[in-house]
């Protein structure tokens, strides 16, 4: 059973539903701060996250890396904590204390013993809610910031995912690198960074989701003692990022010569937005393209001919748009090959249909890590967290099984016809001179 | 309680001791195939290891990289199932399927839910007994760990940590990169992996490890099946790799001049062999160092002077020596800065103490990982099947967490002094021309 979650009122708790042993339950708290909560009565620790509603495609051009800018600098202190306190604080019970900053969302969060909860649930609020953003942090953070930078630029198989969004994207919000570039990053100003904060980090756009051995009443106890003065007044938490105009795409092919190794290459095109129901289908076509080593591609190019260590098919969804790519790293005079192997497949899949076995296989290969996955505190933290940010409802993991088995050889095949024939956008980073690819 | 394991005779169980919920037992089979288990009944999952006592620091130079090769070689098929089939097995059940070779051991493994433990057991039991390790495979798989090798070298903080392995052994086999070389691996013959197969995968060098959902005769069971005709004789098992001369050093200071953003670099020495007793004042010394947010490289590095954005202190053991090192990514006209600082800590911590709040954040670090690691099934899989390969013991998690307990001030001053006032080697990877460095 699936409750909508927008009904409900601040200062009211619901169950949501149950799972296993463990049931999800919800509160709005004054100010429209969400609480969010998993019990896994039969672990023994807890994964505590802080979900804002703000990412890099939120961003005007000229703010261009102020999500992750701003992430790191709520790590260097509050009124009552440095940014070593903050650390040692999670360091002393040997947690795991970390952040990330997405398109759409960011996340920070602590994996503690259950016991050391109180502790991540203070520490982690103190961080998001009342940080000091002082002048002095800004400036150390914009050095650690631009070497950030310069790590992504140096490892290849990382910086292909930025340049491939921009080659599908274009110079928008969704095409533009979430680290933001050198030039945005030494232009931004602390007034500008600390504005971002105050404007964008309230109560109603924050969602604390915690999974573990929890108790849901003390952890709203816990959270509403940490923000304090914050949550006041009657605001409904914002409404999810859903939906929306599709995104124009303006696929390009951009080739970018440097001397590696390898050439890295990702070709693909729009994919499903996060609320599609056709993105059961697409999970499947995904897994018996590239999804796995018994997928095709991987089959095509690295069993059967050696060609690349590195090849697979990946999916990104957001609110409007979507992604299907795929990747392969390989020698330089052996690109064109290479490319020319994964547009068979990419047709192949479009024209005629997967296998029934494959069709069991690629649905068997979403069941099995979906399941495994909730084995993991993390895991369900982020599932039920990023759920309330981003999707009307919270999907009960049977009812994704469920949709998962009722895929179609006919629904995949109608999903490849139009992610596989639409138009493509290609990158390739190597040693290529001016050698041309055309996607 | 812990017990000797060599003194078991094969075609007996014994159970080692009960943690927590779960029991960790073992038997021997005939030909001196280890099984050790261990029941974690909270759970929905299984974790199957198979884990060979063969590494890179067992090949003669002209073998170098024939573990890693003949690891890949595994997964191209048997007498009963083609590499497809392999890997669709496993796919099918959406579980994970994969192996790696290290210096000193070889782990195949699948993580499956509980009731697709017999399927894992099947697969993985047949790639490693009964790989046919075709001249035809062998070949395709030699462009496919060239393609790896290409990948490492494309990503300088991965290619820096084997540079620092040989400026630090030299070329030895603990020096010597995993993944061999170009020249290697071109090098190496059908035959010559076939032979190294032949001669090294025999049951009185392996473990199978087994943590999850799962009943101890049960596994027995299934691995004898599986095993079947190769299970004979009185073999013992092979004794684990203790002790030995310790290794000699003869560390070099070793710059490459690469055109990358970022100038990367480590320092280190020796550190402690796997068995020595003074490993976790080690632990301890290298969280305060360089092992979290709240550590003094961080903290001086990053969080006050924002010249890195990752920066950390790390260890390695071996049955007869051990790594201390230190890694930075930084701007290349700050290298000289950073090491600089790199330095003053080391010296700092060779010198002086650590305060009592660093020694019991580090004492909480080390306890907390170990004990949030242990929710996962393959972390306890690989910590039983590992002991059981290097250790002549497994020490229960509550004798690990008494010895990190124990650790005083003292036992720290003295693991540093011996460690960082060692001889160091250091490697450069960046666009620093001809600049020197000294270690």
């Not at 100010?31 to 979900?51: D, K, Q, Y």
């Not at 009722?406 to 980073?429: F, K, M, N, S």
Request: aromatic share 6%; with cysteine; net charge negative.
């Amino acid at each position: 059973m699936t409750l909508p979650a927008r009904a409900q009122e601040p200062g009211t708790t619901t169950t949501i539903h149950t799972e296993g042993a463990g049931a999800v339950r919800r509160t709005v708290l004054p100010g429209g701060l969400r609480v969010i909560t998993e019990s896994m009565p039969t672990v023994r620790s807890a994964a505590f996250g802080i979900w804002s509603a703000v990412g890099s495609r939120d961003e005007a051009p000229a703010d261009a890396g102020a999500s992750h800018y701003l992430e790191h600098v709520l790590f260097k202190g509050t009124g009552r904590r440095s940014a070593l306190e903050i650390s040692a604080a999670i360091d002393a019970v040997g947690g795991d204390l970390n952040a990330f900053t997405a398109k759409e969302y960011t996340c920070y969060y602590a994996r503690v013993l259950d016991s050391d909860l109180p502790l991540a649930v203070d520490v982690v609020s103190d961080m998001v809610a009342e940080s000091l953003n002082r002048p002095e942090d800004v400036e150390a953070e914009r050095g650690v910031i631009l070497e950030e930078i310069h790590m992504r630029d140096d490892d290849p198989g990382d910086l292909i995912h930025d340049e491939f969004a921009t080659a599908l994207y274009g110079d928008t919000p969704l095409g533009r690198p979430i680290l933001g570039t050198e030039d945005s990053i030494n232009a931004l100003s602390r007034d500008r960074i600390h504005g971002y904060y105050r404007e964008r980090y309230v109560p109603s756009g924050l969602v604390v989701s915690v999974a573990g051995n929890i108790d849901h009443d003390e952890v709203v106890r816990m959270v509403s003692r940490a923000f304090g003065g914050h949550l006041t007044g009657d605001a409904a938490p914002a409404a999810p990022r859903v939906g929306g105009a599709p995104v124009p795409l303006d696929p390009r092919t951009v080739v970018i010569d440097k001397d590696t190794e390898q050439a890295h290459i990702i070709l693909g095109g729009a994919g499903t937005c996060r609320t599609d129901d056709r993105r059961f289908a697409l999970g499947v076509l995904n897994a018996a393209l590239g999804g796995g080593m018994s997928s095709r591609l991987f089959q095509e190019i690295r069993e059967k001919r050696g060609l690349a260590y590195s090849v697979y098919s990946y999916t990104a969804q957001y609110a409007d748009s979507g992604i299907f790519g795929v990747y392969a790293g390989c020698q330089p005079a052996k690109a064109e090959e290479v490319l020319s192997i994964c547009r068979d497949e990419l047709g192949k899949a479009a024209d005629e249909s997967l296998t029934d076995e494959e069709l069991e296989r690629g649905k068997g290969q979403l069941r099995g890590a979906m399941v495994l996955g909730l084995e993991d505190t993390g895991s369900r933290m982020s599932r039920i967290g990023k759920s309330e940010l981003v999707y009307e409802s919270l999907l009960p993991v049977d009812e994704v099984l469920a949709r998962i088995e009722a895929v179609t050889l006919d629904d995949v095949r109608a999903i490849a016809r139009e992610v596989l024939a639409g138009p493509q956008a290609l990158t390739v980073i190597g040693p290529v001179g001016d050698r041309e690819f055309a996607a």
